[in-house]
């Protein structure tokens, strides 16, 4: 009966696992990667750096271990004139020598005496130099250990020292980060600080501001000016905002701003919109609450010069801003904030958050899509954008 | 033709690997013909406590016929003639007396298969290294066929079992493995001898998605089936594929099936079921990616062989001669001695699907070719058919007194260091 002869043809297992093996064989041999290898390196250095595995008393016991050093007793010999023919028997020691002159007829036993003398003597001196190199390896060996000890111990040291050094450099490079942030953030607060005939219509914005109808935005090429449409605010917003534009009308909010700025602002003030900030947790006390008026789809946002330059950069098309438009109130609080400091700035920035907030207590959240327009009015034009397909609006 | 069946064990809820083999053929054979099945009234097998009936029962429609042991065995005692005969020279004495310490002593067996051996066209006799083969065999003369179940452990160079492989009528081998070694250590090629092995009832259509969802197992996963013991390897297989899991590229989770006397290592990636019925196990079997088989010591293994009937690849452990043997010759399944092998082969499994799909098929053909019941069964009613010419040997008397005291017998560890290793065909 046949046994066992089942040889598939499709597939040899000897074969695959040859292949296994050379594969195994290669890698090991040469498939190791830079990092695999420093993985290697690293979990011995750290192994071999372990403090924990490190003795204190290390030195103490291996001169434990160690035995001290007692030079061995090399067999030696003393030879002397009368060596040869000493004995322990007087007759037999006086009969050679009286038979010394005869014995010297055959051959002369002096250069044998001699030989053997010095001999005798070299291997005493060499016995004896030889505890004395023994003794000072052995000491030198004790050295040796403590000096390897106590760089083990010093390695370990310095390992930790680097770990605790590597952590402070991310701790300070953070740190370092976050104050190039926040310097950023104050050079461009800096720069947006107005002159002093703002002031003088800024001031009156900090009156409640009553809604205003939708307007579409202006277009880039008009000249920014309050629609004719468009009551002028009892409260002298308009002319702020005139006075504050640049005379060409080219959509430059603030001299010397960049778009970037003009960008990073924006988003910022939307950062401190979505939730409670700091800014809010410290507003001051004494900051004046914006009415109910101050909120609304204000239309007279459309000439503030901040939102204007949004509308420029088509980023927040006014008729479809999701959180609605800022009121009069809080763009005069950001105007004061610019003269006032950064401290004040934030505080009327909490300030306006909080009109915004009182005023649209059912505003929906940024995240719940365009709001449709009460009053259609002028299409807009291209370069205003539109909200839905402005992902900024979102 | 009636034929007994004698076994240390028997019963339809033990699953000791030799066990099962004898139930198994049992009861195949009772479709040809009549068979009894002799056995202790033992059921563990560290202690042989008598905890069934003595007397005649029916087990699955096979009368059984069951005999008292006569001592239990007495642990410390036992492993002190181990350490002599596996470790020192000893006599034959020596072995014989760790045979009685190693039991299912039960002369009463032993007796009535003397007295009623020639009711019997052959003995079955399964496991070679029991107290009851030992003796049983003697006793049946030339009606004593042996089904060794041997493996390759240090048992088999005790000096006593090398007559009781060359007396008997027949040996039936579980691998070609087996028989090369027992040639080896006995030099019996002279006696009637066959590979068999044994088939399985593996069902038709397992469910792997049943298994999936009834246990919440997502993803590919290898499965290992058996009892989770050292001895079976179990403790390198966590070992490595603990280590494996630490490769980003593996997604193989494993599953433990049986009965645990290890600690599982705690990782999601590893799961223990305990035991599972036949059902389950077989579910489990078509849901997995792969088996994995790390046992040292196997004379065949019947998981193994039903994951190749269900298609499945096995990763076995090559230190296995059987095992490695068994791959090569079905082109079924990998194997590995290392860890480097054993990640190399499970990812070119779990990577490979055209490997893993060809290794499940050439298992499927290899079983049905050599492991499917009618095939096993046939081998058995050959073999029968083929000793009814033959001339039983002879059974020498056990050696004297003065004989068996000798102290000249080699460490059994020693004869076993002597024996070729490896795969048939490819021995060293």
Known sequence: ?394 | MKVAVVVQRYGQAINGGAELHARYIAEHLARHGEVEVLTTCAADYVTWRNELEPGVGQVNGVPVRRFRVKHERDPRLFAERSDRVFEQPHSLGDELDWLDAEGPTSPALVDYVAKHAAEYEYCLFFSYRYYHAYYGTRAAGGRAILVPTAERDLTVGLSIFQPLFRRVRAVMYNSPEERAMIHAVSGNQNVPGVVVGIGSDVPNSPQAGRFRQKYHIRGPFAVYVGRIDQNKGCNELFEFFQGYLNDPAGKLSLVLIGHSLLPIPEHPRIRHLGFLDDTDKFDAMAAADLLIMPSYYESLSMVTLETWALGRPVLANGKCDVLKGQCIRSNAGLYYETYGEFVGALEAIEQNRWLAGTLGRSGRQFFRDHYDWPVIERKYLEMFERLKTGAAATVHPLPGWFERRRRDLPAAREVLTRLPKGPAGIRS
Do not use: C
């Not at chain 1, 993985?39 to 250095?45: D, N, Q, W, Y």
């Open chain 1, 1 to 394: 009966m046949a046994d066992f002869n089942v040889r598939s043809d499709s597939v040899n297992v000897e074969h695959v696992m040859e292949q296994i093996r050379a594969r195994i064989s290669e890698k090991r041999g040469v498939d190791y990667t830079e990092q695999q290898i420093r993985e290697l390196a690293a979990v011995k250095l750290e192994r071999f750096l372990d403090p924990r595995g490190v003795r204190s008393d290390l030195l103490d016991q291996f001169r434990k271990t160690q035995p001290a050093y007692e030079p061995p007793e090399l067999p030696n010999f003393a030879f002397e004139d009368e060596t040869l023919f000493e004995s322990h028997r007087g007759p037999i020691r006086w009969i050679r020598k009286l038979l010394l002159p005869i014995l010297k007829l055959f051959f002369n036993p002096n250069p044998l005496i001699q030989a053997l003398h010095i001999q005798s003597r070299l291997n005493a001196m060499n016995a004896e130099r030889d505890a004395k190199l023994e003794s000072a390896r052995r000491a030198m060996d004790q050295l040796y250990y403590e000096l390897v000890h106590n760089l083990v111990i010093e390695t370990t040291r310095l390992g930790i020292e680097v770990k605790n050094l590597k952590m402070r450099v991310e701790s300070v490079s953070s740190r370092l980060e976050f104050n190039e942030r926040r310097a950023r953030a104050l050079e461009s607060v800096v720069v947006y600080k107005s002159s002093g005939a703002d002031e003088s219509h800024v001031q009156p914005a900090s009156a409640p501001a009553t809604p205003q109808p939708f307007t579409p935005p202006p277009s880039r090429s008009m000249p920014l000016q309050p629609a004719p449409s468009q009551p002028a605010p009892s409260t002298g917003a308009a002319p702020a905002i005139v006075q504050g534009q640049p005379a060409a009308g080219t959509g430059q909010g603030v001299p010397g701003e960049g778009p970037g700025q003009r960008s990073r602002r924006r988003r910022r003030r939307r950062g401190r919109r979505s939730g409670a900030t700091a800014a809010e947790i410290m507003g001051p006390a004494g900051s004046p609450a914006p009415g109910p008026t101050a909120g609304g789809p204000a239309r007279t946002d459309s000439t503030d010069p901040v939102d204007h330059d949004a509308e420029h950069d088509g980023a927040e098309p006014h008729g479809v801003e999701p959180r609605g438009a800022e009121p009069h109130g809080a763009e005069h609080h950001r105007t004061e904030h610019h003269e006032a400091g950064d401290a004040h700035a934030v505080a009327a920035e909490a300030a306006a958050q909080r009109a915004d907030r009182a005023s649209h207590p059912s505003e929906p959240p940024a995240d719940s899509g365009p709001v449709a327009p009460t009053d259609p009015g002028p299409a807009p034009t291209a370069d205003s954008g539109q909200g839905g397909s402005d992902p900024d609006s979102q």
